[in-house]
């Protein structure tokens, strides 16, 4: 069973900058992150291709936040900057052996972590 393991959550005030980081078990092709808050769907905010050549961002967070990847470690990052109140919520690592398709569905990522929070503070 693959296994995704978040870490970098945290507080933090609203401009300031946080690092996630998600160790996978094995290698995957397509892997994103995702978000949710409580009483809401959970979207996504970004993906990134097997070669990490190609990333699509949800468009609040494009230019604020980056997605990476690093294939030896088998490890994904999102670095989020010029962080806002409405960033505050659960993160998910989230990845595939398929590869990564527009629309973005989160139907199509087979496994999960466990979430890590990210709290922004007005």
């Known amino acids: 069973q693959v296994q995704l393991v978040e870490s970098g959550g945290g507080s933090v005030e609203a401009g300031g900058s946080l690092r996630l980081s998600c160790q996978a078990s094995?290698?995957?092709?397509?892997m994103g992150w995702f978000r949710q808050v409580p009483g809401k769907e959970r979207e996504e905010v970004a993906i990134i291709a097997t070669r990490g050549d190609n990333t699509h961002y949800t468009a609040s967070v494009r230019g604020r936040f980056t997605i990476s990847r690093d294939n030896a470690k088998n490890t994904l990052s999102l670095q989020m900057n010029s962080l806002k109140s409405e960033d505050t919520a659960v993160y998910y690592c989230?990845?595939?052996?398929?590869?990564?398709?527009?629309?973005?569905?989160?139907?199509?990522?087979?496994?999960w972590g466990q979430g890590t929070q990210v709290t922004v503070s007005s």
């Open positions: 989230a990845a595939d052996r398929s590869t990564c398709r527009i629309p973005i569905k989160l139907d199509r990522f087979a496994f």
């Open positions: 094995e290698s995957m092709r397509c």
